[in-house]
């Protein structure tokens, strides 16, 4: 009423503060309002000015002995002693271990929240389908997260829902494609869990690679945008234009970005001046990162009349770490890694060095074409099986035992976020550059050793 703050149960979605709560009671005796009680009685409150026409009020005796939170079944009770830790326990914890007992209660108690919360939420859906797509979604978090965890996260699914709800009319409407329509990458990575649940039920979620180029062609469309009040915004449009043309992939639509993105950047630093020489020259020397994806835009100029190219590049002492064997260094990462992350830039770095196949195919391996068993580990490729030597096979199941434990034993090998998509190539080579593993090295000592035939080292 008032707007001002007020605290709510966790199942309650809208309450009054303290002062609107008193606004409107009345004394039982004269019926006035009663912002302040002298008194409050099972039939109601009672006024200060009619106090005295009741009796005195009752004295609450203080419990008699020791109370204390038991730290087996968390209730306020008489404390009877203490655990080994020297932690207080209730009579009854003290007599037996109700630890089994206790968590299946605690778990029994926040399903059924989970039950009522989601029943509310589902209220703000139109649709019937997304309303039990929505409760069949609050039970299976429950099997992959904490179930009090889910009672508070589910509110933060109701808006990506909601959009499910508002743009679809049944769940076999949803594809690919329409989901990159409706939702933006952002989006769909802050409610993961929601997506997750979208491939279990069967919906077909856009790949890493259309989700980039998706989101490569949002960022071009915003840079025309943006330059759209420049004089140099027709050269920007019909550069775009004829760089989109060639767009088929998601390494296509980002190099594309890249170069527009340098190209407004020039078109921005020049502002209303013309697009001269010394114009980019001081343009570079100020942004020299640029330089490789401005050459695109500086030959398109050229092609449109204008008397302009790329000054050469000043050389510069690069801070790389050479590595005699990089294969034998991620190897050594393999044996001695214990996350997720570390495991898997060392096994995508190992196949690297192996097969001497690039890095992006490497991560496109799927779980299914590495299988373990207790004497060797092989590796599908194109078809063929190949059996992966002792010493990285060692290292494959240790990964394999960590990451069944998070994505199942299905989707990519190489499993990033979310874990139905694969990990991006920049999070390995983040990791091996780190480590000083260069995977242009690794790649080609694969395939000097496939060459000469020699064994791994």
């Not at 299905?410 to 990990?423: A, D, E, H, Y």
Request: proline content about 5%.
């Amino acid at each position: 009423m008032c707007g001002a703050g007020a605290r709510v149960h966790v199942l309650q979605f809208d309450g009054l503060c303290r002062r609107c709560d008193r606004q409107h009671r009345t004394c039982i005796r004269c019926k006035k309002n009663v912002p302040k009680a002298a008194l409050i009685l099972q039939q109601g409150v009672v006024c200060p000015n009619c106090r005295s026409h009741f009796g005195p009020a009752l004295k609450r005796s203080k419990p008699k002995g020791e109370y204390a939170t038991c730290s087996g079944c968390h209730k306020h009770r008489p404390l009877a002693g203490h655990s080994l830790l020297k932690r207080p326990l209730c009579i009854r914890c003290l007599a037996a271990d109700r630890s089994v007992e206790v968590a299946a209660k605690n778990r029994a108690y926040w399903l059924r929240a989970l039950d009522q919360r989601a029943a509310v939420l589902a209220l703000n859906f139109e649709y019937a389908w997304c309303q039990a797509l929505f409760k069949e979604m609050a039970v299976w978090c429950t099997a992959r997260s904490d179930a009090a965890a889910v009672v508070y996260r589910l509110p933060k699914y109701v808006p990506t829902v909601s959009r499910l709800d508002s743009s679809f009319s049944s769940i076999q409407q949803i594809t690919s494609q329409s989901l990159l329509e409706t939702f933006s990458t952002a989006e769909m990575r802050s409610a993961e869990m929601v997506f997750s649940f979208l491939a279990y039920k069967g919906v077909k979620l856009p790949s890493r690679d259309e989700t980039e180029a998706h989101a490569d062609l949002r960022r071009i469309a915003g840079y025309l945008d943006a330059a759209r009040l420049s004089p140099h915004f027709d050269l920007l449009k019909r550069f775009s234009e004829r760089a989109q043309e060639q767009v088929t992939t998601a390494v296509a639509a980002r190099s594309t970005r890249l170069k527009l993105r340098a190209a407004f950047a020039l078109i921005e630093k020049a502002g209303g001046k013309p697009l001269e020489q010394g114009v980019i020259e001081r343009f570079l020397r100020e942004k020299p990162g640029l330089r490789a994806t401005l050459g695109s835009f500086i030959t398109f100029l050229r092609e449109m009349g204008l008397e302009v190219r790329l000054p050469p590049s000043r050389g510069r002492a690069r801070n790389v770490v050479k590595n005699d064997d990089a294969l034998l260094a991620c190897l050594l990462v393999l044996d001695r890694s214990t996350s997720f992350p570390e495991l898997r830039a060392a096994l995508a770095g190992c196949l690297v060095g192996v097969l001497g196949m690039p890095l992006e195919h490497i991560l496109r391996l799927e779980r299914s074409e590495l299988r373990a068993s207790p004497g060797s580990v092989w590796l599908r490729i194109d078809g063929q099986p190949i059996q992966l030597e002792a010493n990285l096979a060692d290292g494959a199941r240790r990964y394999l035992q960590v990451r069944d434990q998070i994505a199942l034993n299905r989707g990519p090998l190489f499993c990033g976020r979310p874990i139905s998509q694969r990990v991006h190539s920049q999070s390995v080579t983040r990791l091996l550059r780190k480590w000083g593993i260069s995977t242009t090295e690794l790649a080609s000592k694969g395939r000097s050793w496939l060459k000469k035939g020699a064994a791994m080292p």
